[in-house]
């Protein structure tokens, strides 16, 4: 996986096949131990923010409307959210996100370390064959 | 005698070291390191002394696409 994520060279029928690291785009992080305020201001434009823990692993996901007052942001998050390798091929996590109408994955290492975020659009994109429309 | 290596040491063994998937076939056939050979772990012990050669560092590895 961290071979993948680097770039590294495969070989295989799959190893030209696009992944979902090819779609993978920032997302805003925020530590556990802020309040919901502070990690409103981190988001910016987004909708939500990645919870992460000091060692970086995801703990949960916060939404922008509930980020709000001086709680800590583990009273309004959600906590233990559904991830994804980057290694996955690109079109299996888009037929996947269609079939559970989820419109993003969130991407981690195997041990839960933050990637970043694919959404369903860019996954598609990616798996759609060069000539189609 | 084994050791736990990281991702540079593998990069800086590719082209001399015997890399091995422990994977089953399709898992390989799908991707795989440049010149890894496949030899499914429950094969191991049968097929490595007759595959690998015994003078040249032997790299095994899975992975985890999950």
Do not use: K
């Not at chain 2, 496949?38 to 696409?65: F, K, M, Q, S, W």
């Amino acid at each position: 996986m961290d071979w993948m994520i680097n770039g590294l060279p495969l070989e295989g029928d799959a190893a030209g096949a696009p992944r979902a690291i090819d779609a993978v785009s920032a997302i805003p992080a925020c530590q556990f131990d802020v309040t919901l305020s502070e990690a409103r201001a981190a988001m910016e434009s987004h909708t939500g923010c990645v919870v992460v823990n000091d060692s970086g692993i995801v703990v949960g996901l916060l939404r922008a409307p509930d980020a709000d007052g001086r709680q800590p942001v583990t009273e309004a998050m959600r906590p233990g959210p559904a991830t994804f390798r980057p290694g996955v091929a690109a079109d299996e996590l888009a037929q996947h996100l269609r079939e559970h109408d989820l419109d993003h994955a969130l991407l981690t290492t195997a041990e839960g370390r933050l990637v970043g975020v694919a959404t369903r659009p860019a996954l598609e994109s990616l798996a759609r064959p060069p000539d189609a429309n | 005698m084994p050791a736990f290596i990281d991702r540079d040491a593998v990069q800086a063994m590719l082209g001399w070291a015997q890399l091995v998937e422990v994977l089953e076939p399709d898992s390989y056939r799908q991707v795989h390191l440049p010149g890894a050979l496949n030899i499914p772990l429950h094969e191991l012990d049968r097929r490595g002394p007759l595959e690998l050669r015994t003078n040249v560092p032997v790299v095994a590895y899975c992975h985890d696409l999950a």
